[in-house]
Each structure stands twice: as C-alpha cells, then as structure tokens.
C-alpha cells in the first residue's frame, strides 16, 4: 500500500524544474524530508502523514540508520505531530526490512510510550502491541521484552503506565521463566507508589488475566484484583470493577463464589459512590458473567440497593440497566423476581426527587412491558407511564413518548391515548423552543401508532400551529414532518387535510408565513405527486411572484427549481418558464440571481 | 559557588529596582522536589527559579545551599475583555500550582480570574541539522546539486528552556478563580472562585464538573463566599474550603456527586464580649492549608493563624497572634482597605513551623513546639551574603528596646502576601510587592 502513494505523491508535487540534471524523484522526497522539520506544524503534519514515502526513498538501510534514530529524538514536537508519528510507525515493518528488523521501530516508540499526552502514550502503546506480533518468538524475547521492562521499571510514571498495557501481547509467546518475570513486574505495578499506576495496571488487568494459565488467574490475578479492589484511592477501586467482570468469565462457576463475589458485593456497597456507579454502570456485563444463580442469590439484591442509591448519579445508572437486568434474568424465576423485587423499586424511582434519575427510567420503562405481558403491564406498568407522561420534567416525558411503541406492540396505544393527548400538547407548546422541536421529531411515529382518524382529530392543528412558531428552527423541523406525514398517510390524505391549510398560509400578512407556504411546497411537492403540485401548488407559487417582499420572491424562484422536476416538460416552457424570466428581470438583485440559476438548471435557457 | 566556596551566599534575593504595578508578585511556589519555584506577578508573567546543582561538591555543614536563579520566563496571561458584561479581566496571576513530575519535563497550572491554563516547561539540548534544499542559513541551493537525500541530524546545542502552553481550561467561572489545587489522584484538580468549586481533568478543558455551589437563589441572600480551597494531600477523596465567615468546611467526594452537604464543619464559636463592627471582616479565612502530614489544617484571618485538627471542629487546637497591635486599629485599616488584605500562610516541611506575613514588610514564624513566635523582616540587607535574618519587634508599651517599631510607625503599604516554603528544607521565597526574598538556612527554629 505504501508503495502506491509514492508515485502519486511525485505528481502532487509538480516538479517545475525543467533541464535541472538532478533525479526529479528526489525533489519531492527533499521537500517532505526538509518540512519534517518546519516551523509550521502543518507542514510537519503532513511530512510525518507520508513519512511511508520518505523511508521508500531512502530504503530499508538508510531508514532504519538515519531516519528512525532522527525520529527518535523528535519527541518535542506538537501532540499531533506525535500522534501521527505514533500510528505510522506501527505500520512500519515493511518499510524497515520486513520482520527480521522490526525491532528497530522499538526505539522511537519506546520515547513516545513516555510522552506526558495520554493520546499519543496510547497510541505508542497500540503500534507496539501491533508490531509485537511481527517479532518471532526469540525477537520478542531479546528485544521487545526488555523493553517492557525498562518501561515497567522507568523512572516516571508516564512510562510505567504505557508499560501495563504491553504485558499481555508479550505473555503467551514468552518462555516460562520469562513468563514468570512478566507477571512479577505486571505485580509491581499494581502496587506502584502513584495511583496513576496503580489505575492503568487495573484497567488491564482483565486483560492480562485472559492471557495468563487459570491456575495463575486464581493465584496471582484474584489477589492483585482484591488489592486494586481495595485500594485507598477511589480511583482506582472504581477501575477494578471492569477488571472484576473480566475476570469472573474466566473462572470456572464453582470458583466465583469464593475467589470473586467478596470483593464484587464489596464494591457494590463502597464508601464511595463512584465505585457503586461503576457496578451500576457495568450491571449487565457483570450479570451476564456471573450466571443465573448467583444472578438471583446476589445481583437481585445488589441491584435493588443501587435504585435506592443515596447518589444520584448511582440511581441514574441502575435506572439505565433495568430493561437489561430483567430481560437477562434466568426465565423460569424472570416474572416473580420482577414483579417482588424489581418493580418496588421502580415504583419509587417514578417519583425520584431527581430528573436525571426519572428521566434515565423513562428510557426505559417502557421495554418492560414486552417482558411481563399484556396483564401485567396493564395493571401494573400503566399508571406508572401515565404518572411519567404527567412529570414536571418534559425529558422525561419526551423519553416515553419516544418509547411508545414498545407498549404498543402489547396493548395497543389506545390504553395511553387518553393520557397521550394532554402530555403531547403539552410538549407541543412548551416554553422551551428545543422541547417544542423534540415532539415534533417523533410525530411521524406517533401518527403511524395512533392512526390516522386519531391524529385528524387530536393533532393535526398541532402540526399546522407548529409552521406559523416564532422560532425558525420550530417552523423548519414542522415542514419536515408535514413531508414524513405525508409519506405516512398518502398523497390523497394531504390534499384533503394539509394542503388548503398551507396553501392558505399564501394569504397571510406576515411575510415569514407566507415563506412558510413556499418552504411547505418544497418539501411536499415531491410526495404529493404531479397531479396535486400542478393544479394546487403550482397556481399558489405563481401568485407569490408577485409578492412585495423581495425574500418571497426569490424563494419563489427556489420553489421553482425545487419542484421543476415534479413538473411535466409542457407545463415548464409555459407556464413556470414565463414566471422566471419575469423574476430574472427583477430590480432586486438576490431576485434576479435565483431566477437564473432557476432557468439554468431547469435547462430553460 | 565554586569560585568563592568560603563565603557561600545564605541568602539570595531577586530585587528589581522601578517598581511598577504589572512587578508586583501576586504568588510564590515551590514544585514537588523544591528544586524550582515559580512567581507570578500582577503583569501576567510566570518567572520560574532553578536552584543551581553544583553545590553537590558543598561541605556538610552547609548543606545543599544551592542558588536559586532565573530559568525562564514566560507570560502566562494577558489582559482580557469580557464583552458581555463589559467587565476587564486582569492578566494578573492569582496562583500557580505544579502538577507532580511525570516526565522530563515539568507542568504548572497558572490562573488569573477567569482562566486556567496548563504550561509545559521543558529543556532542549539538541537540534537538527541539515536540509535537502538549503543551507543551514537558510539561503536556498541550486537543485541541480542535490543529488542524494540527506536525513537530518540531532545535534548537541546550548541548553534552551521551552515553556508551551499544554491546556487551557476556559469559561469554567463566572466568578474570580482564587484558589487551584491538584488532586493527589494525579488526574483532576480544582479551581474554586466565589462561589462555585470546580473539578477539572487535567486532559480535558471543555467540561468540569461543579462540585460546590454556595450560590443563593436570589444573590440579594449572599451572606459568604469561598476564599479558599485545597485538596488533601494523600486522600484523593477529601478536600477543604474556607468561607468569608470564619469557617472551613471540609467534603468527601465519596458520599455524593455534588458536596454542597459538607463532612465536617470546622469554625470557632464568637466571644460575644469581642463583638465589633469588624467582627466578621477580620475573621474572613484568607487562606487555608493542609499539613504535609494531611492531619492538620492551617488558616490565617485578618489578625491571627490557627490550627485545627481534622479531628476536632469545635476550634482551632492553636492559636497565633500575627499582629495583635492592630486591633486598636481596625477603624484606620478599615478606611485605607487594608483590613481586605490576603495573607498567605505556609507550613515548613516537617509541620513543626509555620509561617505568615504581616507589614511593614515584616513576617512572622511560629514554633508550634514551644508556641513562640518571631517577626522577621524581608530586606535588603538580610539579602546580602551572610547577613542573619533579624528579628524585630513591634513597640506596644513598657519598656523600649532600641530597634522597636512603634505601631504608628509600619508602613502598610510593603505588605508581605504571598510566600511559600521548600518541601524538604529551610529554604523560604517571601514576595514583598515587587521583590523575590529567598532566604536558606538561617530561618529555623533556633531563631525563635
């Protein structure tokens, strides 16, 4: 691939120096190789982005004596410029000699690994974890090991971070005796004086311990894992959870009660409330790898404490996972653990003191009803969406009325619809313009549910309301809808209910609803078909040409282009062609420049 | 050192001789190994100091007594202009704060009111030669001699000190930035203003999470806003602000997102005979710290420095007087807005001393042992090689000893704000208006 760009690059270049006796291929390698030192960054940039060309210039000898040692010591440079230069070399091998010589790349990315930017430390640490598997086994014992070590043992921290997420590309193709220094350094880590350490040896610690032997799992793994569990520092705690999870798949069932449950039911019940989100966060995951009986003896009761949380933020989070939760429960006890355990705690959660908590809820209540049946939901879920369509909080009505159709898929939305009408209004006029646009988003699968008679009667003057809001924005997502509607109900529904409604809006005084009409048109057209734009829109859109204001005018002329194609080719030469040449001849100049482009594209001409 | 090693400096000093208002120091600190310190001043700049390494080679009984002199310079913040509010913003820096070492380069934080900005300070020994296309003056050669490509080389080269802004955390105060302080976490810092305490990742400038907000509802209700804060220095959890009403709070981070409900509420209850007009204003907290053993507190008010323990919050289990002698003054202080003055105070390395300024460019230390305390004088003469610091005292009555100062006599106007203490020895920065004082040595306790 890389061989492919040089050419190309040659030709970008544009050699203009015709009769020089100098090689022409060289004059562009010149250039990239003299702007990998530019005082522009961009430059540079773009220098390291085709740093492939360049070593296919200087060859595989020269590229790994003078351009890797060069590259090695520029590590002053911009975090872009290092990002970039991280990722080339991760696909370098090739460029250095193939396999054989891979671990030339070692040294400059070992001086990235130590960088005080975190992107470019990962991204240092990706492209050696890359090339790691292009070392053979010996390669990566004489070269790629010990370079991890001096990582591990570095005196900043910076490099004993990027060294954590090395250790596991190296284990399984390592010898034994190495294998045992690799987790006596990844152990050290994990005890590492500054908690910078201490929380990237516990992210990858789920990650080291899938590659390790089950017996040093048990061993080593379970007793790093409740150490970092335990750690003074919050922030590190919270990170062992993952690890926890991690780990739990990889134990056999019988060993997870003793080797990970303590540490997990601790973590659940942490002082601090971080970790608890964290569970919370991770719930399902964990759920999944723990299996249905420790599902039901444990998780059930961990759960219901984290939607009593006294945080919040903890509540939120469990809030999220309750579709999840019980869907995954062991189905033969799935309806009686909800219905007793689970369901008590929602209940409460309707009414949190917290928005963000009742709103987390309200995304995803509504799943609920699919797991428990047509009878429960009726009598048990029902009055808690209505109490959720009543909240003070419009996101948590929104977030209902987006998940309706699950309900529907049960009961039928005829349930709601009693209650439906009122929150709907509501939201349609509230004061917030951003509200106002996130109930018009879900109007086209309101319609679809509700039906058409429904919508006619209920919310149709809503939806027309909508184009003449004082908020652009408001009157721009309206016209939208209109089409989608339109897409839903069909041509002949439009022009029965929609259509007289707009088109009406041609008459009004205030130019921007008049505009409306035009916006409308535009949208429309296309769905309604030739027949209606013809006989209906089109004498309308004539009619505004002669509109006083110059902005309806030349939108006039924009409605033109937009609808041309709907039109058949007669009614264009004589009738819409007739109507521009007009506006082309207009004494306004915005007018007259749309009225062209019109007659252009519509190839009047 | 090494050309006159019988007559080591003690003392060392950064004297500017026109004072300008942009000179004045506004904050002294000390990095992690006290091996640079860094000032800030009114104009916005940064000036960072190195203590000089050579006097490894030193006799035992001095020490490492090495120079502290300028490393580099840089200005951190520049005059701004909210337009919204029609308000200007001042470029001077009101705190700066070193992130621990991570690499070979070091970091700080620097803030003025509004913004935070991360700095990278970084050396250079080598620079690369040699281009394709021109020489190394620039000048362009003829393409017809390039024949072959030419890698550049890494050349040695005089050492070059780099400063480059890392971060700049914008827009996260309404109100203006008093205090940053980093967590031990490694990962986040706060920044505290009037009113609101912000939490901050070090990697990321547009979001911060509000983690105390004392504003009212209706501003009218406003009786106390934040003076300082700061985080513990092992427990990444925990950290302490201190209120214009006397009282430090103290939050753990664990219990909830938002810490508007505190742990601990530390304050000293009112002696009702003591009650004045001034009351509240001179027991407003100016600045608060953690002792390095993270067991103890430190504040200063208008005229004392007390001592808590994170055990006890009923009171302070130390009380020092700085300067007793100006309550009879109150009105007069009052009057020139003196009474509004933010004085700083330092622990010494191993929390057995602590330090604070006062007037008249005068400082005061205490020994929390013997509960003596001492007032010291920054000047010029203290700064020349040798010189002991000398003690002063305040005339308040009885009998007159030569060298007193009377009460009347202080100049109010030198006032010693901002200093800072080496993490390990007796090495003290005091920032008296324009002037950097560094004295070595000669400040412990035997003084007292």
């Given at each position: 691939a890389s061989g492919a760009q040089g050419p190309a690059l040659v030709e970008g270049v544009g050699l203009g120096m015709a009769g020089a006796d100098s090689d022409d291929s060289l004059y562009p390698i010149a250039v990239l190789i003299d702007e990998l030192r530019n005082e522009d960054v961009q430059l540079r940039l773009n220098s390291i982005k085709k740093l492939s060309t360049i070593a296919l210039a200087l060859g595989v000898e020269r590229t790994r004596t003078e351009l890797l040692p060069f590259l090695t010591d520029t590590i002053y440079d911009e975090d872009e410029v290092l990002l970039a230069l991280a990722e080339q070399l991760g696909n370098f091998t090739m460029l250095v000699g193939g396999p054989e010589y891979v671990h030339c790349l070692l040294p400059p990315l070992e001086s990235l690994a130590t960088v005080e930017e975190t992107v470019v430390r990962d991204k240092a640490v990706e492209s050696l974890r890359k090339i790691s598997h292009e070392h053979s086994p010996v390669d990566l014992e004489v070269h790629f090991e010990p370079l991890v070590k001096r990582l591990a043992s570095g005196d900043w921290f910076t490099s004993r971070t990027s060294a954590c997420g090395l250790f596991s590309v190296c284990y399984p193709r390592v010898s034994s005796t190495v294998k045992a220094e690799i987790r006596q350094h990844f152990r050290t880590l994990c005890s590492d004086d500054t908690p910078m350490v201490r929380r990237a040896a516990a992210s990858k610690l789920g990650e080291f311990a899938k590659v390790l032997e089950l017996e040093y799992v048990k061993s080593d793994i379970i007793s790093l894992f409740t150490a970092l569990a335990s750690d003074e520092q919050d922030s590190v705690r919270l990170l062992a959870v993952e690890a926890g999870v991690s780990i739990a798949t990889l134990l056999p069932q019988e060993d997870l009660e003793t080797l990970v449950m303590p540490t997990l039911r601790q973590a659940a019940e942490d002082k601090s409330w971080r970790v608890r989100y964290m569970v919370a966060d991770k719930f399902s995951d964990l759920q999944k790898a723990v299996g249905p009986e420790i599902t039901k003896n444990d998780l059930v009761p961990a759960f219901q404490n984290l939607l009593k949380d006294c945080e919040a933020e903890v509540r939120a989070a469990a809030a999220n996972k309750v579709k999840e939760f019980c869907e995954n429960?062991?189905?033969?006890s799935r309806e009686t653990i909800i219905m007793t355990h689970i369901l008590p705690c929602v209940k409460e959660l309707v009414s949190d003191t917290n928005q963000h908590v009742k709103s987390a809820l309200a995304s995803v209540i509504m799943g609920l009803s699919t797991i428990l049946g047509k009878d429960n939901t009726v009598e048990h879920l029902l009055p808690l969406f209505l109490a959720q369509l009543k909240d003070e909080c419009p996101e948590v009505r929104l977030n209902i009325i987006s998940n309706l159709d699950c309900v529907n898929e049960v009961i039928g939305i005829r349930q709601l619809s009693q209650s439906l009408l009122p929150a709907i209004v509501e939201l349609a006029e509230d004061a917030k313009w951003r509200v106002r646009l996130a109930i018009i988003e879900y109007m086209p699968l309101l319609a679809g549910q509700l039906g058409v008679e429904f919508f006619d009667e209920k919310l149709n003057s809503l939806c027309m309301a909508w184009l003449v809001d004082h908020v652009y924005a408001i009157r721009e997502a309206a016209t939208c809808n209109l089409m989608k509607l339109v897409e839903k109900f069909g041509a002949e529904w439009a022009q029965n209910t929609i259509v007289p409604k707009v088109l009406g809006m041609?008459?009004?005084?205030?130019y921007l609803h008049r505009m409306t009409t035009l916006f409308c048109i535009n949208a429309l057209s296309e769905v309604c078909g030739q027949e209606i734009t013809t006989k209906h829109m089109l004498p309308v859109v004539f009619k505004m040409s002669n509109d006083q204001v110059a902005n309806v005018r030349f939108n006039v002329a924009k409605s033109l282009q937009k609808i041309g194609p709907v039109l058949d080719s007669n009614c264009l030469q004589t009738e819409v062609k007739p109507v521009l040449e007009k506006l082309a001849s207009d004494q306004d100049m915005d007018v007259k420049y749309f009225a062209q482009e019109a007659i252009s594209v519509l190839s009047l001409a | 050192m090494g050309e006159d090693g019988e007559s080591p400096k003690i003392n060392h000093s950064f004297l500017r001789d026109y004072v300008t208002e942009a000179d004045v120091i506004s904050t002294v600190e000390f990095n992690q190994t006290g091996d640079l310190l860094a000032t800030g001043d009114k104009g916005g700049r940064v000036v960072i100091f190195q203590r000089e390494t050579e006097s490894k080679d030193e006799s035992e009984e001095l020490g490492e007594s090495g120079e502290y002199n300028v490393y580099s310079t840089f200005q951190s913040h520049e005059p701004d202009f909210d337009y919204l509010k029609s308000l200007e913003i001042e470029e001077k820096i009101n705190k700066i704060r070193w992130l621990?070492?991570?690499?070979a380069a070091h970091f700080l934080l620097s803030t003025n009111d509004k913004t935070i900005k991360l700095w990278k300070v970084s050396e250079r020994d080598k620079r690369p030669e040699g281009y394709n296309l021109k020489d190394e003056e620039g000048r362009i050669k003829d393409?017809?001699?390039?024949?072959s490509l030419r890698v550049p080389v890494l050349k040695p080269t005089d050492l070059m000190v780099e400063v480059r802004p890392r971060r700049i955390f914008a827009n996260g105060h309404t109100y203006h930035v008093n205090s940053i302080s980093v967590n031990s976490d490694g990962e986040t810092y706060l920044s505290a203003d009037d009113l609101r305490i912000n939490m901050w990742h070090l990697?990321?400038?547009?979001r911060s999470f509000n983690i105390v907000d004392i504003k009212p509802a209706n501003m009218e209700d406003l009786t106390e806003v934040i003076t300082a804060a700061e985080f513990h220095p092992q427990h990444c959890h925990l950290f302490v602000y201190s209120s214009s009403k006397g009282t430090l709070r103290l939050c753990d981070m664990r219990e909830s997102a938002l810490c508007d409900k505190h742990s601990k509420i530390f304050e000293e209850p009112e002696d009702p005979g003591n009650r004045s007009f001034f009351s509240e204003i001179i027991s407003s907290v100016s600045d608060v710290k953690f002792s390095h053993s993270g067991r103890y507190l430190l504040t200063r008010d208008y005229l004392t420095v007390k001592v808590w323990d994170l055990n006890m919050e009923k009171g302070p289990v130390e009380t020092y007087q700085v300067h007793e002698y100006l309550r009879s003054k109150l009105c007069s202080l009052y009057e020139n807005d003196c009474i509004f003055d933010k004085f700083e105070c330092v622990w010494n390395s191993t929390d057995s001393v602590i330090m604070t300024g006062a007037y008249n460019s005068f400082f005061r230390m205490f020994d929390r042992e013997t509960g003596r305390g001492v007032t010291l004088e920054a000047w010029r003469e203290s700064s020349k090689p040798r010189a002991v610091l000398r003690t002063r005292r305040i005339y308040t009555g009885g009998r007159r000893r030569r060298g007193d100062v009377g009460v009347d006599s202080l100049d109010f106007t030198k006032k010693i704000l901002h200093m800072a203490w080496h993490p390990a020895e007796n090495i003290i920065a005091i920032a008296a208006t324009n002037n950097l004082y560094i004295f070595q040595d000669r400040v412990n306790a035997e003084n007292l």
């Open positions: 429960l062991p189905e033969d041609a008459n009004d005084p205030n | 621990p070492q991570q690499n393409i017809s001699t390039v024949t990697d990321i400038t547009d």
